[in-house]
């Protein structure tokens, strides 16, 4: 059983706008795989819920008139993973989410669900960032977009501003073309568990394949939020295409995250893998840009 004080249903965004300005304590549920985990737990009992899991406005991938590519906020990971557009253009952001939990979760958790938890082990959140990924909220003053490096703000806390509700993850054209990427999920299981550490690389590689054009790397649970380790990125770019560039990539993100003691690994651990898993991720990015090394 729920100990919920009310449940409400969104028939539109802007309905869903209006209920959370009404009801400001009230929390969004969508595929509610965390949510109502957390209420049986006892941890928000008597909450007040806003459902806005009827909304298919909010669901599938589109292309823009512009070439940005448009997620759905309630699109779910079971989707993005098969949806032809994220195939074509990002398909190591469905190989990322392709890594969430158990096929039960994949099809009911949403992208958005997984960004709005504002938690540093998403397994979308190293990929939507390291593609410069955009967040559009919808709210009483209409559309807002925000960056995602700027979505987070500190561990469990997201820039969703009063009234607001997120709608969908933006990739603009330019953050997809000719780039090619690789997630790794460092975890204590092959399955059904959080990640240690999400290490996610892509590249764009030069017409001939011997120079890295521009090279990203994000990070999951190396720092309170989802980070980008620049230091890398700038050593990799220009750089000729050979392990001797994979290696110097790797060591580089050390200058720029931040990774903690847990109960799940320690900091050395962290940063041991996260050296390991970016040399390896740059490695298959390159493969699959045509890259030989």
Known sequence: MYDMKALYQATSVADAVALRLAHPEAQIIAGGSD?????????RAGAELISIYGLDELRGVSLEADGTLRIGSLTS?????????????VNVLGDAVDQVGGPQIRNIGTIGGNTCNGVTSADSASTLLAYNAVVEMTGPEGRRLAPIREFYIR????????????????????D???????YIKYAMRNAMDIATLGTSVNVRLSADKRTVERARVAFGVAGPVPMRAESAEAVAAGGSVGMDLAEAFAQAV???IHPRDSWRAAKDFR???????????FVEAVRLAGGAL
């Open 271 to 281: 940063m041991h893998i996260a050296v390991e898993s970016a040399k390896r991720a």
């Open 254 to 256: 050390r200058e720029d």
């Open 155 to 174: 561990a469990g806390q997201v820039d969703i501003r009063a009234g607001e509700l997120q709608t969908a993850i933006l990739i603009q054209k330019d």
């Open 77 to 89: 990971f079971s989707h993005i993973t098969q949806d032809p557009l994220i195939q074509k253009y």
């Open 35 to 43: 949510v109502l985990v957390q209420m049986r737990e006892g941890k």
């Open 176 to 182: 997809y073309t000719d780039t090619f990427g690789h």
